[in-house]
């Protein structure tokens, strides 16, 4: 079964991508900060991470930064999911921005896409 | 210098004689042995010395003397009598004549009568011109004080020292009288001379100088100036004294603050209504998928989070009603235990939601208060909220409480003291969590509700009280009068208003 980060400082939308992901037969881990997102990335090695980009403290793109130095991290697709405009711009490498709120079968489909 | 004289004597050959010596000495002399002859050259000749016998003991001349006297108060009269008359003329001319010659008058006599009459006159003339000047000097220092007062900036005049020497009407009123102190003392409230000081450099080198500073006034406001420096220098072009011109610009800095603050609301906004529609979203998924898959855990879930998520959205449509649109506060008597276990109870789903204990400890004697129980409710609810907010982001323990406490004061206040152990506040967020559109909550924050809730607050005549340490939690005072004295009073336009919202500073740490 193929794993999944969501990075997000919002618990709600955490729950939404949780039962989302795993409805559609992902498992799935969730981390409200950039800090946390790494450690659960470093101890489970995710195929695909989605990223908020505004959260306290530290903000996505910097979560972006600290993964792509970690060599087991650095090749994992990452999804931006935020609401802040002109974000797509934040992480060039990203497979795809997808903006808040976003269209379900949009998202599953960049999902699937991404870790067939 | 007078060139003409008049010589007054019946004794006609002694007068020719006198004029014929001081023709000599490049004098005009007029003669006259009458008083009718005195009054006819008088008209006539612009004399300001006049040698005269006054013909005693007949009267008539010394009169028409004294008459002249009066008349010309430049006249410098010399008075030549025989030696038995000489007191006599001494006492009835006494300081009308500026001198008194024995007859017959001896040259010498004469010429230091001349001299000293004309020293009079000159240094009359001198006065004379002096006294216009310093009329002219009034004239001019008071124009320089005037505008030295009027002009709508803050004067000072400083020296070496930056000891204030001279300050305008506008400083004074709001800075005080303060002369003799040091300029940082009065304007930064500092104990030492500033880092980079535009009277410093000017002492230096004589340059005017600009700086941007913010100064507190004596009553502690904050303003934001424009200093400009001049040398003052003396006579031998030296910089004794250092002019400090200070304009107050805080009108313009706020408005400028609250048109970046303005376009940060627009991206902060739209950013959290795009959070919670996804959000509501995720609800509506999640009530849906739990319904097909008859899942009553899924589908409780999900109604709690669409019931929050519509509750959070209408706060905030609410919030933004209440920032666009000038509105009065409604104050009827409230109950304070029913409203404060309203708070409570609209905070206690979320709380536990996100693992937060939340314990009030209501008096049962709070009784009824003058308040608006819709504005002052939510204002109460987001000290609340933020407390729990202030728990869940806090990653530092595991163990979450908000304490709510409502009690009443002596002095007959309601107090609410909201204290969390959550993640705390730093200086800045202390500084700036009543400003407007100022958030330290990402996507999940507008900037409005602690704005909205410290306004309410304070239109209700109440104080808040703030102590925060981070990492290990805050604690908000609220304390409110039991009644409204003032009438209502108008919630204006924020916006119009270009006030940024501040804590209020002599409650906070």
């Given at each position: 079964m193929k794993k999944i980060l969501i990075v997000d400082d919002d618990p709600n939308i955490i729950d939404y991508l949780t039962t989302l992901f795993e409805d559609n037969g992902y498992s799935t881990f969730s981390a409200r900060d950039v800090k946390e997102g790494l450690e659960i990335a470093k101890k489970e090695t995710p195929d695909l991470i989605t990223l908020d980009l505004?959260?306290?403290?530290?903000?996505?793109?910097?979560?972006?930064?600290?993964?792509?130095?970690?060599?087991?991290?650095?090749?994992?697709?990452?999804i931006v999911i935020s609401g802040l405009s002109g974000g797509d711009h934040a992480i060039g490498k990203a497979v795809a921005f997808v903006s808040k709120p976003f269209d379900r079968e949009n998202l599953m489909k960049i999902v699937k896409e991404t870790l067939q | 210098m007078s060139d003409e004289i008049l010589i007054i004597d019946k004794d006609t050959s002694h007068a020719k004689a006198l004029g014929v010596y001081l023709e000599r000495k490049r004098m005009e002399a007029y003669l006259a042995s009458t008083c009718e002859d005195v009054m006819v050259l008088f008209d006539?000749?612009?004399?300001?010395?006049?040698?005269?016998d006054p013909g005693l003991p007949d009267m008539q001349m010394i009169s028409l003397l004294k008459q002249i006297k009066t008349t010309h108060p430049k006249l410098q009269i010399i008075v030549m009598v025989t030696p038995d008359q000489?007191?006599?003329?001494?006492?009835?001319?006494?300081?009308?004549?500026?001198?008194?010659?024995?007859?017959?008058?001896?040259?010498?006599?004469?010429?230091?009568?001349?001299?000293?009459?004309?020293?009079?006159?000159?240094?009359?003339?001198?006065?004379?011109?002096?006294?216009?000047?310093?009329?002219?000097?009034?004239?001019?220092?008071?124009?320089?004080?005037?505008?030295?007062?009027?002009?709508?900036?803050?004067?000072?005049?400083?020296?070496?020292?930056?000891?204030?020497?001279?300050?305008?009407?506008?400083?004074?009123?709001?800075?005080g009288d303060e002369i003799g102190s040091h300029c940082f003392e009065v304007y930064k409230h500092r104990g030492s001379p500033c880092q980079h000081c535009p009277v410093a450099d000017t002492f230096k080198d004589g340059q005017p100088h600009t700086t941007e500073e913010v100064v507190t006034s004596k009553s502690g406001e904050q303003y934001n100036v424009i200093t400009w420096t001049a040398p003052i220098r003396n006579g031998d072009g030296d910089i004794t004294q250092v002019m400090e011109m200070s304009t107050n610009i805080t009108q313009i800095r706020q408005l400028q603050d609250h048109l970046t603050s303005l376009g940060l609301m627009i991206g902060s906004m739209s950013h959290g209504v795009k959070g919670m529609l996804t959000a509501l979203d995720g609800g509506i998924y999640q009530l849906e998928t739990g319904l097909e898959k008859n899942d009553k855990e899924r589908t409780q879930r999900a109604f709690g989070q669409v019931k929050q998520m519509t509750g959070r959205i209408r706060k905030m449509v609410l919030e933004i009603l209440y920032y666009a649109?000038?509105?009065e506060l409604r104050y009827q008597s409230t109950d304070m235990v029913e409203m404060a276990d309203k708070v409570v109870g609209d905070a206690m789903a979320i709380a536990s939601k996100n693992g937060v204990r939340l314990e009030a400890n209501i008096s049962p004697s709070l009784g009824f208060v003058d308040v608006d129980p819709t504005w002052l409710q939510a204002a109460l609810v987001n000290f609340v909220e933020n407390a729990i907010d202030a728990c869940t982001y806090d990653r530092s323990k595991d163990d979450h409480i908000v304490k709510v406490d409502a009690f009443e004061t002596a002095s007959d206040r309601i107090c609410f003291i909201i204290q969390d152990n959550?993640?705390?506040?730093?200086?800045?967020?202390?500084?700036?969590?009543?400003?407007?559109?100022?958030?330290?909550?990402?996507?999940?924050?507008?900037?409005?509700?602690?704005?909205?809730?410290?306004?309410?607050?304070?239109?209700?005549?109440?104080?808040?009280?703030?102590?925060?340490?981070?990492?290990?939690?805050?604690?908000?005072?609220?304390?409110?009068?039991?009644?409204?004295?003032?009438?209502?009073?108008?919630?204006?336009?924020?916006?119009?208003?270009?006030?940024?919202?501040?804590?209020?500073?002599?409650?906070?740490?």
């Open positions: 505004e959260m306290p403290e530290e903000w996505g793109p910097r979560f972006y930064r600290k993964m792509c130095q970690e060599k087991k991290l650095k090749n994992i697709p990452v | 006539n000749i612009s004399t300001e010395i006049v040698l005269a000489f007191d006599h003329a001494m006492a009835e001319l006494k300081h009308d004549a500026v001198h008194y010659l024995m007859k017959p008058v001896k040259s010498t006599a004469l010429d230091m009568a001349m001299y000293q009459a004309r020293s009079w006159i000159s240094l009359n003339s001198r006065l004379e011109a002096n006294e216009k000047k310093l009329k002219v000097f009034r004239h001019t220092q008071n124009l320089f004080q005037q505008l030295f007062d009027e002009v709508p900036c803050y004067i000072s005049v400083q020296d070496r020292q930056f000891r204030l020497t001279a300050t305008n009407r506008m400083f004074k009123n709001d800075f649109k000038s509105r959550g993640m705390g506040m730093d200086q800045e967020t202390r500084e700036k969590m009543f400003t407007l559109f100022f958030t330290s909550k990402g996507s999940q924050g507008t900037g409005l509700g602690l704005f909205i809730a410290n306004r309410v607050i304070r239109q209700h005549g109440g104080s808040i009280n703030v102590e925060s340490e981070i990492r290990k939690g805050s604690r908000f005072q609220i304390c409110l009068p039991r009644s409204q004295s003032d009438p209502p009073k108008r919630v204006d336009i924020p916006g119009k208003e270009l006030e940024t919202e501040k804590d209020e500073t002599d409650n906070q740490k």
